[in-house]
């Protein structure tokens, strides 16, 4: 069954500190301003950010609708193809994208601020 982006929208913007915003000519979903999905132009596609791990099972399982996301020589995500497919696994593969980058994401949407000592080291 093919995903609608009005689906993948509604489950995203539905978990917690969840906002929509443009990413250059992309469409994204970020928790407290980490980017945990995007959506080119054309709304057929999205890009969704996994852990390795979770990431190679889904492109394991799903070849026909799943592809890689490459930057530079690195893979960061996977391509799901919205017309092609599955409800359920899209979406189960947005919230764990949800999860992995809120568990990296500072509370209150803020980086922690990093103090130097004198001699060029992190402060504790």
């Known amino acids: 069954m093919a995903v609608k982006l009005d689906d993948v929208r509604k489950v995203a913007l539905a978990l917690p500190d969840t906002t929509e915003e443009p990413h250059h000519n ?7 301003g980490k980017i945990f999905a995007t959506i080119p132009p054309g709304g057929e596609l999205l890009h969704i950010f996994l852990p390795a791990a979770q990431r190679e099972l889904a492109l394991a399982m799903d070849p026909e609708f799943l592809e890689p996301v490459h930057w530079g020589s690195k893979v960061l995500g996977v391509r799901a193809r919205l017309p092609l497919a599955r409800k ?7 919230r764990q994208a949800h999860a992995f980058k809120s568990e990296k994401a500072p509370s209150g949407g803020q ?4 103090r130097r000592t004198s001699k060029g080291r992190d402060a504790a």
């Not at 992309?26 to 407290?32: C, K």
């Open 26 to 32: 992309f469409g994204s979903f970020r928790v407290r």
């Open 88 to 94: 359920a696994t899209v979406l189960s593969l947005v």
């Open 111 to 114: 980086r922690p601020i990093r």
